[in-house]
């Protein structure tokens, strides 16, 4: 272990799996640094990645307004025909007496997603012009509190199987949600992936230095 006491605070690092504190190393772009008691990955230098996260973000953002407020599947039987949006499907699971699944529906698969991209937009955004948002703290651990609850992937596969199974009794047909669904999920997985909070946090310190705040 270095000798840490005359190395400033910035450029320590410390293991989240074994709590080793290390001198931060110095890294060639697309480089991963490694732990060296545990072999943990620490952080990958990724100097373009928070822009990119930025606007996986802001495509995601648009994405998710279309996959709401459009169709998901229009539905033909008989003459009648009916489009369904997921925030009608969650208000008719209310009025069919399922509210517990409704509310499922309505967290899973809006509530948390979301947040999640509000949360990386609200971030990110002043962060690209050189600003700092203030709760910026609360909105970074948001991130981690709503991403194990944001499930769109569960929902489409549930959504697949539920289509193929309504062709035995009515015409389903896909409709223009259903596909902006699907570029949603690939984009807020990029823009999480290329969130990389060892970054964020040294943009954030460069601006509190800039700013005089330490
Ligand atoms: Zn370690």
Redesign the pocket.
């Known amino acids: 272990m270095p000798n840490t006491s005359a190395i400033p605070i910035e450029s320590l690092v410390v293991?989240d799996?074994?709590d080793?504190l290390q001198r931060e190393a110095q890294l060639e772009s697309g480089g991963t640094a490694i732990?060296g008691?545990?072999?943990?990955v620490l952080f990958r230098s990724q100097p373009r990645g928070l822009k990119l996260s930025l606007a996986f973000a802001l495509t995601s953002a648009a994405l998710f307004l279309i996959s709401n407020f459009f169709p998901i599947v229009t539905i033909s039987s008989q003459g009648l025909t009916n489009s369904t949006t997921l925030l009608d499907a969650a208000d008719r699971l209310v009025h069919d007496g399922i509210p517990s699944i409704a509310a499922l529906v309505f967290t899973t698969t809006f509530l948390m997603p979301a947040l999640e991209i509000m949360a990386l937009i609200y971030l990110l955004l002043p962060l690209h012009f050189g600003r700092l948002p203030p709760g910026l703290k609360i909105a970074f651990r948001l991130i981690y509190i709503v991403k194990p609850w944001a499930m769109v992937e569960v929902f489409m596969m549930g959504l697949l199987v539920t289509i193929t199974k309504l062709n035995a009794f009515a015409s389903v047909a896909p409709d223009t949600a259903l596909g902006s669904f699907v570029l949603l999920m690939i984009f807020v997985t990029a823009a999480a992936s290329n969130f990389d909070p060892h970054n964020f946090w040294k943009r954030v310190g460069a601006l509190e230095r800039l700013e005089g705040k330490v």
């Open positions: 293991c799996q074994c080793l732990c008691r545990c072999g943990n």
